[in-house]
T-cell receptor
Framework: IAGITQAPTSQILAAGRRMTLRCTQD?????MYWYRQDLGLGLRLIHY???????GKGEVPDGYSVSRANTDDFPLTLASAVPSQTSVYFC?????????????FGPGTRLTVL | RKEVEQDPGPFNVPEGATVAFNCTYS??????FFWYRQDCRKEPKLLMS???SGNEDGRFTAQLNRASQYISLLIRDSKLSDSATYLC????????FGKGTTLSVSS
């Protein structure tokens, strides 16, 4: 059982380019999340999805979009990358969207925008 | 005041030491509380949930004081493998992560 997989593991991207970070989970979890982690700022929520077909904005959604066409996949798209989007991106999932649900994280994608 | 604040660290302790991490949160309506562990360049993983009555898991003890909006994590008999960053996490409508406290256990 893989849990949550993310791709790519790392990427160097020119500013202005479009990029999609992939996230797939095989736990049949209803809720999925995208976070970014920056030194000195901790983990911050970008977007979330409580169930397939629905999405919501987190703390730092600007410059990012998501879709949730099915239960397993939750891609994050940077329409036109900027250097401030250089970060480590973590995808996570939880069985439900309740406040007590444990979130399981993927291994992360290290993105550098030049 | 930041939503979740933790001891700045780093904590450098010898094997066998007892170490305590503290965390405060600003939103009194927060409903769930957790400690996550993050190893260097890895993803966060749940260490333990924190309950109002306090809870223990082996060498780890977590306490919650809702009146003071304070959470703690106590690690007894530290092991080299405990070296990691410990994230205090609070949930109201979404998980809010503290910046983390780094622990380094040396032999």
């Amino acid at each position: 059982i893989a849990g949550i997989t993310q791709a790519p593991t790392s990427q160097i991207l020119a500013a202005g380019r479009r990029m999609t970070l992939r996230c797939t989970q095989d736990m049949r979890h209803n809720a999925m999340y995208w976070y970014r982690q920056d030194l000195g700022l901790g983990l911050r929520l970008i977007h979330y999805s409580n169930t397939a077909g629905t999405t919501g904005k987190g703390e730092v959604p600007d410059g990012y979009s998501v879709s949730r066409a099915n239960t397993d996949d939750f891609p994050l798209t940077l329409a036109s990358a900027v250097p401030s989007q250089t970060s480590v991106y973590f995808c996570a999932s939880s069985a439900g969207s309740g406040t007590g649900d444990e979130q399981f994280f993927g291994p992360g994608t290290r993105l550098t925008v030049l | 005041r930041k939503e979740v604040e933790q001891d700045p660290g780093p904590f450098n302790v010898p094997e066998g030491a007892t170490v305590a991490f503290n965390c405060t949160y600003s939103n009194s309506a927060s409903q769930s509380f957790f400690w996550y562990r993050q190893d260097c360049r890895k993803e966060p993983k749940l260490l333990m949930s924190v309950y109002s009555s306090g809870n223990e898991d082996g060498r780890f003890t977590a306490q919650l004081n809702r009146a003071s909006q304070y959470i703690s994590l106590l690690i007894r008999d530290s092991k080299l493998s405990d070296s990691a960053t410990y994230l205090c996490v609070v949930n109201k409508t979404a998980l809010i992560f503290g910046k983390g406290t780094t622990l380094s256990v040396s032999s």
